[in-house]
């Protein structure tokens, strides 16, 4: 079983659509939880991250960390397409320093 | 004024040869890291430095050797390359170590091996 888990989807919504990204994780010493976009043939991209639990909103994205649960989520609002991209989830912390542990990425495709 | 590259983008190589990835950072980290990413996407660490000091260091045959000669420069050379090593491999850096949540990605080398 991998350390962190991810649908790699792909998921396709409408423009406009709320979209719902997810990771769960095994490792309970991850403290710090991050979403990049990575565009085709590109590298990744960070979005933002979240120390601990909690909410973290910028613009149109909202990061919600459940430690108790061990499940992260990344939510975009109005989504556009130029929002189509895959969307990884990376975790660090505990014994793990300062590796990030990334899940398998989740591709989204947004409709016009 | 891009902040992190690298060079080649691409590269194709024959089993066996020997070939090197520079990296570069502009933003002042002290931080860069060596990712390899494989065909399904999976973007896995394999070497770390911190101020030109090995702090990483995964699993991975001994063909492969990171070098730093400065903060700023992280290279990887690769001996008697393989058909698996093909992948696409990534530079990252960060401010310093202890803080790796905030990591900056170059735009990847795409390496295949025939």
């Known amino acids: 079983q991998k350390e962190v888990e991810q649908d790699p989807g792909p998921l396709s919504v409408p423009e406009g659509a709320i979209v719902s990204l997810n990771c769960t994780y095994s490792?309970?010493?991850?403290?710090?939880f991050m979403w990049y976009r990575q565009y085709s043939r590109k590298g990744p991209e960070l979005l933002m991250y979240?120390?601990?639990?909690g909410n973290k909103e910028d613009g149109r994205f909202t990061a919600q960390v459940d430690k108790s649960s061990k499940y992260i989520s990344l939510f975009i609002r109005d989504s556009q397409p130029s929002d189509s991209a895959t969307y990884l989830c990376a975790m660090s912390g505990g014994s793990s320093g300062d590796k990030l542990t990334f899940g398998t990425g989740t591709r989204l495709a947004v409709r016009p | 004024d891009t902040a992190v590259s690298q060079t080649p983008k691409y590269l194709v190589t024959q089993m066996g040869n020997d070939k090197s990835i520079k990296c570069e950072q502009n933003l002042g980290h002290d931080t860069m890291y060596w990712y390899k990413q494989d065909s399904k996407k999976f973007l896995k660490i394999m070497f770390s430095?911190?101020?030109?000091?090995?702090?990483i260091n995964e699993t991975v045959p001994n063909r492969f050797s990171p070098k730093s000669p400065d903060k700023a420069h992280l290279n990887l050379h690769i001996n008697s390359l393989e058909l698996g090593d093909s992948a696409v491999y990534f530079c990252?850096?960060?401010?310093?170590?202890?803080?790796?949540?905030?990591?900056?990605f170059g735009p990847g080398t795409r390496l295949t091996v025939t």
């Open positions: 990252a850096s960060s401010h310093q170590a202890g803080e790796p949540y905030e990591q900056y």
């Open positions: 979240t120390y601990s639990s």
């Open positions: 430095y911190n101020n030109k000091e090995l702090i």
């Open positions: 490792n309970s010493a991850f403290q710090y």
